[in-house]
């Protein structure tokens, strides 16, 4: 992009090449996560009971070492009361940031979702439609050799919101691969 001005001889000149384009300046990275998570619940209310996560999220680096982002989560189970069942949340998340200048990525996650799985009650968690979750964790990237490939581990408690009785928190860890678009870029633009 390059600006323009005229004066007053209607003669016309540039001023200056900017460094950066638009959308580096607004969005200085793109971080694209996959992740897998399998819980083997076996105690005398989740008998036999097995969680598979498989979560996604996209999102770009604003301003301030924030990440804002979109994620969902494909869950597949089954257990000792339900042979087989398929769950989907859906949500916005947050990530600060807090070791910007170093290669791997510290943050802090704030997330809110919407879907259908209710960590509810005794015996295996079941469908329970509109519920909303806000959840909160720690996470990790953590760069593999010279690339923009990641490590990625995280872990979350999302409080249940929402009509449902005996809520319990659904807490989730989560091992996956990141790909960082811009991040070696980010000191220079930070």
Same mark, same amino acid.
């Given at each position: 992009?390059?600006?323009?001005?005229?004066?007053?001889?209607?003669?016309?000149?540039?001023?200056?090449?900017?460094?950066?384009?638009?959308?580096?300046?607004?969005?200085?990275?793109?971080?694209?996560?996959?992740?897998?998570?399998?819980?083997?619940?076996?105690?005398?209310?989740?008998?036999?009971?097995?969680?598979?996560?498989?979560?996604?999220?996209?999102?770009?680096?604003?301003?301030?070492?924030?990440?804002?982002?979109?994620?969902?989560?494909?869950?597949?189970?089954?257990?000792?009361?339900?042979?087989?069942?398929?769950?989907?949340?859906?949500?916005?998340?947050?990530?600060?940031?807090?070791?910007?200048?170093?290669?791997?990525?510290?943050?802090?996650?704030?997330?809110?979702?919407?879907?259908?799985?209710?960590?509810?009650?005794?015996?295996?968690?079941?469908?329970?439609?509109?519920?909303? !979750? =806000?959840?909160?964790?720690? *996470? $990790?990237? +953590?760069? &593999?050799? %010279?690339?923009?490939?990641? #490590?990625?581990?995280?872990?979350?408690?999302?409080?249940?919101?929402?009509?449902?009785?005996?809520?319990?928190? !659904? =807490?989730?860890?989560?091992? *996956? $691969?990141? +790909?960082? &678009?811009? %991040?070696?870029?980010?000191? #220079?633009?930070?």
């Amino acid at each position: 992009m390059v600006l323009f001005f005229a004066n007053n001889d209607s003669h016309v000149s540039s001023i200056v090449q900017p460094k950066f384009s638009l959308f580096e300046l607004l969005f200085k990275a793109v971080r694209l996560n996959t992740g897998f998570t399998h819980w083997d619940h076996g105690s005398e209310e989740f008998v036999n009971f097995h969680e598979i996560t498989w979560s996604n999220q996209v999102s770009v680096l604003i301003p301030h070492d924030l990440y804002i982002g979109l994620q969902l989560y494909s869950l597949y189970t089954w257990g000792s009361y339900v042979s087989e069942e398929n769950f989907l949340l859906k949500g916005v998340f947050i990530h600060y940031d807090f070791i910007p200048n170093e290669k791997a990525m510290g943050y802090v996650e704030l997330s809110y979702m919407q879907g259908d799985y209710c960590y509810c009650g005794p015996g295996d968690p079941y469908r329970f439609p509109n519920l909303h !979750y =806000i959840g909160v964790g720690p *996470g $990790l990237d +953590y760069p &593999i050799l %010279k690339s923009n490939f990641f #490590a990625h581990a995280s872990v979350l408690a999302h409080i249940i919101a929402g009509s449902a009785e005996d809520k319990y928190p !659904y =807490i989730i860890y989560k091992f *996956g $691969l990141s +790909y960082h &678009i811009g %991040k070696p870029r980010y000191a #220079a633009l930070h």
